[in-house]
């Protein structure tokens, strides 16, 4: 049974639009001729198994949903880029976690150097919006002050079994972001990796005030960036994290693809 009327795809697409907007995407200057700040964030993907997060994020990365979907070992990590708004660029390195939610086994290997937590749950299935108090104490145990989390409620084309009203109660008691999403349709998937984004900058940017130690050197990284970014400059202050980020990748993709199915 659907739920979901006609005008709730563009209504998506509007408010993704109108977070861009915000961030002054519509300025006139001319794009090429500015330096962006580029943010490499890496973001994890957590909840109950079946909930949808290989959906949600064959969803985003593919723009493509199975009924029947099954992770393979090269979707377990995806890349995406994206331009936030005209002085920033976005790169997420995203994990999917897929066998060991089962026994919420999920090792440290998946918390290091994360930097915003997508917890979701299933709409349809009342049991997994109760396990994400358990979910929450394990990110707890595992991440630091700084990480941002959004609270996805998955399957909105299905029938509901956890009101709106429940999930916002749920998150402002914790002071979290929240989205209810359609892996299946589309509805607010952008909507949901935008509002992260938005969060895991401020965050960043709250820990770098915060970080008395830096020095001048380590805080400006004027490396040239790939063809495709030929003509933007790696302008923003990366932390030791961030900076050892894609070389400690390749050995946690190694290490990943192990674990994976
Ligand atoms: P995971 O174990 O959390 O990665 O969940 P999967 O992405 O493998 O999805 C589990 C099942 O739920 C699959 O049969 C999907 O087709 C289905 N599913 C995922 N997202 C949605 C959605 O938005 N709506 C509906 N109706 N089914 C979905
Ligand atoms: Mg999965």
Avoid: P
């Avoid at 005008?7 to 500015?34: C, G």
């Avoid at 990365?61 to 099954?70: E, N, T």
């Avoid at 400006?220 to 960036?225: Q, R, S, V």
């Amino acid at each position: 049974m659907s739920f979901l009327n006609e005008n709730d795809l563009s209504e998506s697409q509007n408010k993704v639009s109108s977070i861009l907007d915000d961030s002054k995407f519509s300025s006139k200057q001319n794009e090429a001729s500015i330096e962006k700040k580029i943010y490499n964030f890496k973001v994890v993907l957590l909840g109950d198994a079946s909930v949808g997060k290989t959906s949600i994020l064959n969803r985003y990365i593919k723009k493509q949903f199975s009924d029947d979907y099954k992770c393979t070992i090269s979707s377990c990590i995806e890349n995406k880029s994206f331009t936030y708004d005209l002085y920033t660029v976005i790169k997420l390195n995203i994990w999917d976690t897929s066998g060991e939610e089962k026994f919420k086994s999920i090792t440290k290997l998946y918390f290091k150097n994360t930097h915003g937590i997508v917890l979701n749950y299933d709409i349809h299935n009342r049991k997994t919006f109760e396990s994400l108090n358990d979910w929450i104490k394990i990110i707890k145990e595992n991440s630091n002050q700084f990480v941002s989390i959004i609270i996805v409620g998955n399957k909105i084309d299905l029938e509901r079994n956890v009101s709106k009203e429940e999930l916002n109660n749920f998150c402002e008691n914790y002071n979290f972001l929240s989205e209810e999403v359609s892996a299946k349709n589309g509805i607010n998937i952008d909507l949901l990796f935008q509002k992260l984004s938005k969060k895991m900058i401020e965050n960043y940017e709250n820990f770098e005030k915060e970080d008395n130690n830096k020095s001048e050197n380590n805080n400006i990284d004027n490396n040239e960036m790939n063809n495709e970014d030929s003509k933007i400059k790696l302008s923003n202050s990366m932390n030791d994290d961030n900076k050892n980020f894609q070389n400690d990748n390749i050995e946690k993709k190694k290490d990943k693809e192990i674990q994976c199915c």
